[in-house]
């Protein structure tokens, strides 16, 4: 059942002190959709209704993988489309319910979907202000980690932008950078990001964090192994 978005609140900031579940940012336009390009104007922008929303190759798969190794699925996203005048709240509504649809069309659970409206330079004086859930600071993740009981230091963010990873970081998440590798990514920009993993799309960060995943509960076993043998030797 569709129970609506969470339009971030612009002014909390606040950690989940006794988060338990792990979970999976996962930001939307570039990352589990594509970018819509407008073939009048050739622009390319995020899509601004159902009609110009498309899932990227393997998008829902990876969905249901991060499902499959135990994480919650959150999207997180900066639509600023509102607050410019772009498109209207309803129609981001109708995008999300395609979204959703989509992924559980596929068996793909996607648990929650955290949105900040926000820009400074809003049309509508409601949504112009300098909050604190716009990517690249934490608020979205850290509303969906207090609202979900999430432990932020285990969890992980994956995004396209640069602000993605910003925002991982400020949560002190994991990070995945998507950047397909015949992208021209600034040298700069590649070096402000630091990434704790880069992959092409998201279903390869699907495989990276399954990967990371069973070496952790490997060595994991190890110290579990280690401190039984050393009891019993006493
Ligand atoms: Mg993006
Ligand atoms: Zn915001």
Known sequence: MYRGFVAADPHV???????????????????????????????IDSPMGPEEFELLPGAVQALR??????????VVSNQPV???????????????????EAASSYGARIDDVFYCLHHPQSILPELRLACV???????????????????LASSYMVGDSLTDVQAGHAAACR???????????????HLNASPHHRAAALID?????ADVEQRRQISAARIDFGSRSGGSAR
């Open 13 to 43: 900031d606040e950690f989940a002190i006794h988060g338990r579940r792990r979970a999976i940012f996962v930001d939307r336009d570039g990352t589990i959709n594509a970018m819509f390009r407008n073939a009048a104007t050739g622009t």
């Open 65 to 74: 993988a991060f499902n499959d190794l135990g994480f919650s699925v959150i």
């Open 82 to 100: 509102v607050a410019k005048g772009k498109t209207t709240i309803e129609r981001v509504e109708a995008t999300t319910r395609k979204l959703l």
């Open 133 to 151: 859930c716009r990517k690249p600071r934490a608020g979205l993740l850290r509303q969906a980690a207090a609202k979900h009981e999430i432990d």
């Open 175 to 189: 990070t995945v950078w998507l950047t397909p590798h015949d992208a021209v990514v600034p040298m700069d920009e």
């Open 205 to 209: 960060a699907a495989r990276i964090i």
